[in-house]
């Protein structure tokens, strides 16, 4: 398998066609109680049928209206949690719609066509519940398996406890027999969980990529498109091995590479900034500078987050061709 090719291709693909770095830092922005009327006032919250005002007649201060703030509270709660529930859909409608926007792009850019935003958003449009309904259907899946290999290392970690304990018990020399067990099988243990992890995470990681581009470029459904990444894994693993942990190990190159040079620079704007506060004997100077400084880096990490995650789908999406010669885009 060519990597290196791929990889040069995902990176011109990437820095040719803008449009794509919209849809890169979308997707990197986006992963009872009862109440009824009543006398006074204002309104009366109950609770299984009782004035929860009675609750307080022994606070002291001025009388408050318990029940008004009861309801206050609730309506707030109820707020945010429309709110919440409205950014949530949001999300997703802007991630998977981006994904899918992303991939039909860079299919469309390796078949020699220069597609537009509005090009990818209509087909990520029409992709977005299949793709939100693969990663569902994973996802699930995957925390069902999470559940069973975690179950598996309690019940493996409590028999190499046992032993330990009965060692321990003896006293003596076997004290030492026991510390030794614990921490040789303790060690094991965590290294086998550490090694498993990874695995299986790598193979979920995959089939999902896999499954998201037999739905946008195929037009598969959820579970056809599960079964045709599924069984690229099976015939193509060493492959999809590696391209998985190239991407992973870009991905940490760039990181180990940003996170001093950041480091650096936050640092320094912050020595510059107590210095101007210490000599204005106040904090907003550098409020004032230290704002702005901080949104534009956000912005700035946002957008090259946003590249990023377009070279990684593309990436993706060029290996995918390469496995699937025969997808019409």
């Known amino acids: 398998m060519r990597y290196g ?40 919250f109950s609770i299984g049928g009782t004035d929860i005002s009675r609750w307080f007649h022994f606070m002291p201060g001025p009388p408050v209206d318990w029940n008004a703030l009861a309801a206050a509270g609730l309506a707030l709660i109820g707020l945010i949690a429309i ?15 981006s994904l899918g926007a992303l ?15 509005s090009d990818g958003l209509r087909r990520g449009w029409r992709r977005l519940l299949p793709l939100f309904l693969i990663a569902l259907v994973i996802g699930i899946v995957g925390f069902v398996v999470a559940i069973i290999i975690i179950s598996a290392f309690i019940a493996l970690g409590a028999a190499i406890a046992l032993p330990a304990v009965a060692m321990f018990s003896a006293g003596g020399g076997w004290i030492a027999v026991g510390i030794i067990w614990s921490v040789v099988l303790g060690l094991g ?15 979920f990681a995959i089939v999902r990529e896999y499954a998201y581009r037999a739905a946008v470029l195929q037009h598969q459904g959820v579970f056809d498109a599960i079964g045709t990444a599924l069984t690229l894994v099976r015939t193509r693993f060493w492959q999809s091995a590696g391209i998985w942990a190239l991407l992973w190990a870009i991905q940490f190159a760039i990181a180990l590479v940003l996170l001093p040079v950041l480091f650096v620079i936050g640092g ?9 506060s210490a000599a204005a004997r106040s904090a907003i100077p550098a409020l004032v500078l ?12 946002l957008i090259a987050g946003g590249i990023y995650t377009a070279f990684d789908a593309t990436a993706w999406t060029l290996f995918y061709l390469e496995l699937q010669p025969a997808v019409e885009v």
């Open 290 to 301: 230290g704002l702005p400084l901080l949104m534009v880096g956000i912005v700035i990490m």
């Open 189 to 203: 243990l965590l290294a086998l969980g550490i090694v498993v992890a990874i695995v299986i995470g790598a193979v």
């Open 5 to 44: 090719e791929i990889i040069q291709r995902a990176v011109r693909i990437t820095w040719r066609n803008k449009a794509m770095w919209i849809f890169g830092i979308l997707l990197a922005m986006f992963g009872g109680m009862r109440g009824g009327a009543g006398g006074g006032t204002g309104p009366q």
């Open 83 to 97: 709110v919440g529930l409205f950014l949530a859909i949001l999300g997703i409608i802007v991630r998977y719609t």
């Open 103 to 117: 991939i039909g792009m860079a299919a469309e850019e390796q078949a020699g066509l220069r597609p537009a935003f």
């Open 268 to 276: 320094g704007v912050s020595v510059v900034l107590a210095a101007l």
